[in-house]
């Protein structure tokens, strides 16, 4: 069954970096954009970062500059590296995929993984 699989959250001081992993289990993994979203208490869920098919990326604004989102077709898997994280950046962090004929645009994903933490102090 699909399954995405995220790894690499923790805390870390406002500065720093973290590096987020999402393992999935998709059948044509090739053929999925893939995001990361981020939610945090009393705030709606997020785009973070995205990319497409293509290799195409996208970013929130609040992260631009500072986070870069990758995929590695071969090893079915999509990261994101944070750089001088903040302390805003503090929420739950979800790898989703979305099947690349509705993914153009503000997708909404169809598959989400379950969260990973990140906690960013000052």
């Not at 090739?30 to 995205?50: D, H, I, L, N």
């Not at 870069?68 to 739950?92: F, H």
Request: charged share 15%; glycine share 10%; aromatic share 12%.
């Amino acid at each position: 069954q699909v399954q995405l699989v995220e790894s690499g959250g923790g805390s870390v001081q406002s500065g720093g970096s973290l590096r987020l992993s999402c393992a999935a289990s998709i059948a044509s993994f090739s053929r999925y954009c893939m995001g990361w979203f981020r939610q945090a208490p009393g705030k709606e869920r997020e785009r973070v970062a995205t990319i497409t098919t293509a290799d195409s990326t996208a970013y929130a604004d609040s992260v631009k500059g500072r986070f870069a989102i990758s995929r590695e077709n071969g090893a079915n898997t999509v990261s994101l590296q944070m750089n001088n994280l903040k302390p805003e950046d503090t929420a739950m962090y979800y790898c989703a995929a979305q099947w690349w004929a509705f993914c153009s645009g503000s997708w909404w994903p169809q598959y989400w993984g379950q969260g990973t933490q990140v906690t960013v102090s000052s």
